[in-house]
Nanobody, 120 residues
């Protein structure tokens, strides 16, 4: 079992930055190094499907779609069991609810999401 809690969303103007955080807790983290979890950040804009915007794998490699490559950076603090998403040069099309997610023991877990709104 894993619980995920996102924070850090808000209203910003185009070109500004935000850093999102996702704190993980739960039984599945006991005795397991946080860095062994593959995790991702997703966003869902109104009327659109949820899409992945960043992933970090157990080996430390990362992956981004072209739409955010070079602007978004995923990272984590293993001691704090926290996942981050640094978002720079934000655009209005980055607006949406951002979720973090991971899979453990065959179950996929999601946080409650945090709203990011970018005004033009």
């Amino acid at each position: 079992q894993v619980q995920l809690v996102e924070s850090g969303g808000g209203l910003v103007q185009a070109g500004e930055s935000l850093r999102l955080s996702c704190e993980a807790s739960g039984r599945d983290l006991i005795g397991r190094v946080f860095s062994t979890f593959s995790m991702g950040w997703y966003r869902q804009a109104p009327g659109k499907q949820r899409e992945r915007v960043a992933a970090i794998y157990s080996g430390g490699s990362t992956d981004y779609p072209d739409s955010v490559e070079g602007r978004f950076t995923i990272s984590r603090n293993n001691a704090k069991k926290t996942l981050y998403l640094q978002m720079n040069s934000l655009k209005p099309e980055d607006t949406g609810v951002y979720f973090c997610s991971t899979t453990s023991r065959g179950h996929t877990y999601w946080g409650q999401g945090t709203q990011v709104t970018v005004s033009s």
